[in-house]
């Protein structure tokens, strides 16, 4: 049954956009939650399969559920997620946009590196 209770989780954590460390604590939680529920209701019911079906149908909609939960995700996730996107990579980029995408933050890094060196050897110079 534990199967069935982590495709329900699954469904409303999988498209959530956040880093993976929170999608796994928000999967432990709920699937906490949801073992609870469903132990509730076999003790209920004494039938695996009618609580298993009425924990999902207590759970919700995982749909509505993802919505719920992204509302909840706090904004330093979502930029960390897109971070390691940046420097990762995407699912399915070509190497060779990859490279590019690379490239062009190890140049712009080293501008902004020589751009502040400059500033502040304008600012430290004897006169």
């Known amino acids: 049954m534990r199967g069935e209770l982590m495709v329900l989780v699954e ?3 999988r498209p959530l956009r956040a ?6 604590r928000v999967r432990e939680e709920l699937l906490a939650h949801l073992t609870t529920i469903f132990e509730e209701e076999r003790a209920r019911l004494g039938n695996d399969q009618a609580a298993l ?9 995982p749909t509505s559920l ?4 992204q ?4 904004f330093r ?19 060779a946009r990859s490279l590019l995408r690379r490239t062009t933050l190890i140049i ?20």
Do not use: H, M, Q
Not at 19 to 24: I, L, T, V
Not at 71 to 74: D, H, I, L, R
């Open 53 to 61: 079906a009425e924990a999902g149908r207590r759970f919700g909609d």
């Open 108 to 127: 712009f890094g080293f501008s902004l590196l020589i751009c502040s060196l400059s500033c502040a050897s304008l600012c430290f110079r004897d006169e």
């Open 71 to 74: 509302e909840a995700v706090p």
């Open 11 to 13: 469904r409303a954590v």
């Open 19 to 24: 880093g993976p460390g929170y999608k796994n």
């Open 77 to 95: 996730e979502v930029f960390w997620l897109a971070l390691i996107r940046w420097l990762g990579g995407w699912p399915g980029e070509s190497p």
């Open 66 to 69: 993802t919505r719920d939960l």
